[in-house]
C-alpha cells in the first residue's frame, strides 16, 4: 500500500479539489482522509452538504479509546464512490488541539488499503504537527504563478522541517501549468527542493462539482481535471510492490454524486468487498449500514 499527503502553503491552490480529483481516479480502493486542521469541506462541496452521521477524524479518534484504531478508522468512514472512501475532517479548528496526529499517522499506515490524505495548510496556524511523517510521498499543490511556486517552496520547507522527510519524498503538484508560468519553468526552479510528480489541468467547471457541489456536467468523467488526477495517482501507484488488502468498512454513501472517472476500465483488479457501497437518498439516515 502507499501513503501519499497533499499539503499546501498559504492561499488556496486546489488541495482538496486535487485530493478528491484524485480520489476518484486511484487505480485502486484508497482512503481518502481530510487531516487539514483547519476544517473538512468535502461534505460542503463534493458532498452537497450530506449528512455525515457523526462520522469522521473526531469519531474514529473517540472510538479507538476504546477499541482496534484500525475498526475505528472503518466504522467512521463514508462512501465516496465504489472501493474509495472518505473519512471526513474535524467540524472545526478548535478540534483540531484533540487530534493525535501522530498515532493516526500509525493507523492509516497499517490500514492496508492506499492513504491518500488531505493535510491543507503547512505549517498550519492550528496544528504545526499534523503531518503524518509516515508519508510515501508529500506533494505541495501549488498554482504556477510566482507567489503560488513561493508560498510552494516555503511550504516544501516547512514540511521537511515538520517531518524530517527523507529525500525523494518531498514533491509537488501544478494545478493549472501555463498559468501564466509554463510547467517546465516550474519544474526547473522546484527540481531541487520539491520536484513536480505531475501536473492537475485547469478545469473551473469541474473543480466547481469537487469545491462547491455544483451539479456534474454530462462529460464529468473524461474532464480534464479528473484525466489529469487520474494519471497523476496511477504514476504515483506504479512503483507500489503488492496490492492492498481488502477493507473492513462499512459507510454511509455521499449521494447522488458522479463515481470515478475509470473505475470500470481500471487496470489493477479492484478488492472485492462483500456487497457494493450503497448510494442511499440525500440525508437518509438508515442508508448507514454494516455490510
Ligand atoms: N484544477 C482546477 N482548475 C480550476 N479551478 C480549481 C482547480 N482546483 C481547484 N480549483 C478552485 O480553486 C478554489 C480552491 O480550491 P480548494 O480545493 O478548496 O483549495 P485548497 O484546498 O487548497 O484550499 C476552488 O474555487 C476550486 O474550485
Ligand atoms: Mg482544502
Same mark, same amino acid.
Given at each position: 500500500?502507499?501513503?501519499?499527503?497533499?499539503?499546501?502553503?498559504?492561499? $488556496?491552490?486546489?488541495?482538496?479539489?486535487?485530493?478528491?480529483?484524485?480520489?476518484?481516479?486511484? +487505480?485502486?480502493?484508497?482512503?481518502?482522509?481530510?487531516?487539514?486542521?483547519?476544517?473538512? %469541506?468535502?461534505?460542503?462541496?463534493?458532498?452537497? /452538504? =450530506?449528512?455525515?452521521?457523526?462520522?469522521?477524524?473526531?469519531?474514529?479518534?473517540?472510538?479507538?479509546?476504546? /477499541?482496534?484504531?484500525?475498526?475505528?478508522?472503518?466504522?467512521?468512514?463514508?462512501?465516496?464512490?465504489?472501493?474509495?472512501?472518505?473519512?471526513?475532517? =474535524?467540524?472545526?479548528?478548535?478540534?483540531?488541539?484533540?487530534?493525535?496526529?501522530?498515532?493516526?499517522?500509525?493507523?492509516?499506515?497499517?490500514?492496508?488499503? !492506499?492513504?491518500?490524505?488531505?493535510?491543507?495548510?503547512?505549517? /498550519?496556524? #492550528?496544528?504545526?504537527?499534523?503531518?503524518?511523517?509516515? &508519508? #510515501?510521498?508529500?506533494?505541495?499543490?501549488?498554482? %504556477?504563478?510566482?507567489?503560488?511556486?513561493?508560498?510552494?517552496?516555503?511550504?516544501?520547507?516547512?514540511?521537511?522541517?515538520?517531518?524530517?522527510?527523507? *529525500?525523494?519524498?518531498?514533491?509537488? @503538484? =501544478?494545478?493549472?501549468?501555463?498559468?501564466?508560468?509554463?510547467?517546465?519553468?516550474?519544474?526547473? @526552479?522546484?527540481? #531541487?527542493?520539491?520536484?513536480? %510528480?505531475?501536473?492537475?489541468?485547469? !478545469?473551473?467547471?469541474?473543480?466547481?462539482?469537487?469545491? #462547491? /457541489?455544483?451539479?456534474?456536467?454530462?462529460?464529468?468523467?473524461? $474532464? +480534464?481535471?479528473?484525466?489529469?488526477?487520474?494519471?497523476?495517482? &496511477?504514476?504515483?501507484?506504479?512503483?507500489?510492490?503488492?496490492?492492498?488488502?481488502?477493507?473492513?468498512?462499512?459507510?454511509?454513501?455521499? *449521494?447522488?454524486?458522479?463515481?470515478?472517472?475509470?473505475?470500470?476500465?481500471? *487496470?489493477?483488479?479492484?478488492?472485492?468487498?462483500?456487497?457494493?457501497?450503497?448510494?442511499?437518498?440525500?440525508?437518509?439516515? %438508515?442508508?448507514?449500514?454494516?455490510?
Amino acid at each position: 500500500m502507499v501513503m501519499v499527503t497533499l499539503l499546501c502553503g498559504k492561499g $488556496s491552490p486546489g488541495t482538496t479539489t486535487t485530493a478528491v480529483a484524485m480520489a476518484l481516479g486511484w +487505480p485502486r480502493p484508497v482512503l481518502l482522509v481530510e487531516a487539514d486542521p483547519a476544517g473538512g %469541506s468535502i461534505g460542503f462541496g463534493y458532498g452537497q /452538504g =450530506i449528512d455525515m452521521q457523526g462520522r469522521g477524524l473526531l469519531g474514529a479518534q473517540l472510538a479507538a479509546r476504546h /477499541g482496534d484504531p484500525t475498526a475505528a478508522v472503518w466504522s467512521n468512514v463514508v462512501g465516496l464512490a465504489e472501493d474509495r472512501w472518505l473519512l471526513p475532517g =474535524i467540524g472545526e479548528p478548535r478540534q483540531a488541539s484533540t487530534i493525535d496526529y501522530a498515532s493516526l499517522d500509525g493507523t492509516l499506515a497499517g490500514l492496508g488499503v !492506499d492513504v491518500l490524505i488531505d493535510a491543507g495548510r503547512t505549517p /498550519g496556524p #492550528d496544528r504545526v504537527d499534523a503531518l503524518p511523517a509516515g &508519508s #510515501d510521498r508529500l506533494l505541495v499543490v501549488m498554482r %504556477s504563478t510566482l507567489a503560488g511556486v513561493h508560498t510552494a517552496q516555503t511550504a516544501a520547507t516547512a514540511a521537511v522541517a515538520a517531518c524530517g522527510a527523507a *529525500p525523494g519524498v518531498v514533491g509537488s @503538484v =501544478i494545478v493549472g501549468p501555463g498559468r501564466p508560468y509554463p510547467e517546465a519553468d516550474v519544474r526547473a @526552479v522546484m527540481r #531541487d527542493l520539491a520536484p513536480v %510528480s505531475g501536473c492537475i489541468a485547469w !478545469d473551473p467547471a469541474t473543480a466547481a462539482v469537487i469545491s #462547491d /457541489g455544483f451539479p456534474a456536467p454530462r462529460k464529468w468523467a473524461i $474532464s +480534464p481535471l479528473l484525466r489529469s488526477a487520474a494519471a497523476l495517482a &496511477s504514476a504515483l501507484v506504479a512503483g507500489a510492490a503488492e496490492p492492498p488488502r481488502p477493507a473492513d468498512s462499512s459507510a454511509a454513501s455521499i *449521494p447522488g454524486r458522479p463515481g470515478p472517472p475509470s473505475a470500470a476500465d481500471s *487496470p489493477v483488479a479492484a478488492v472485492q468487498v462483500e456487497a457494493p457501497v450503497s448510494v442511499p437518498a440525500a440525508n437518509d439516515a %438508515s442508508a448507514v449500514r454494516t455490510r
